[in-house]
């Protein structure tokens, strides 16, 4: 599935069975939530702090794709072609960093 077939198909699914999107800064709000919940698992499966028992099943890419969809939920209600919009930010990142990271003594 293609970046954009993803934003049709979200935007089919709010539309017909989550009825309507939530406004912006709910839907900002939700993203700050699931951005936690994989915080939450990382600290846990890579980090120091151990696991509570309600955690232990908690399943990473579910939980990345919960970031997915609330943050392609905000590009559709805003008119953000994410795929353009992930071309040309790597178009940036390319032009501003194509030394920088080679020439980092801590990444070698």
Do not use: P
Not at 74 to 82: C, M, P, R, S, Y
Not at 90 to 108: F, V
């Amino acid at each position: 599935m293609t970046i954009q077939e993803a934003q049709n198909t979200i935007d089919r699914w709010i539309n017909t069975t989550g009825v309507r999107y939530f406004n912006e800064l709910t839907n900002m709000a939700i993203l700050t939530e699931e951005v936690g919940e994989v915080a939450r698992i990382i600290a846990r499966k890579y980090g120091e702090q151990s696991f509570k028992e309600s955690d232990k099943d908690k399943d990473l890419g579910d939980e990345l794709a919960d970031v997915l969809f609330v943050l392609m939920c905000i590009a559709n209600q805003t008119g953000v072609d994410l795929t353009a919009a992930l071309e040309k930010n790597l178009a940036k990142k390319t032009a501003r960093d194509s030394e920088r990271h080679k020439n980092n003594e801590k990444l070698l």
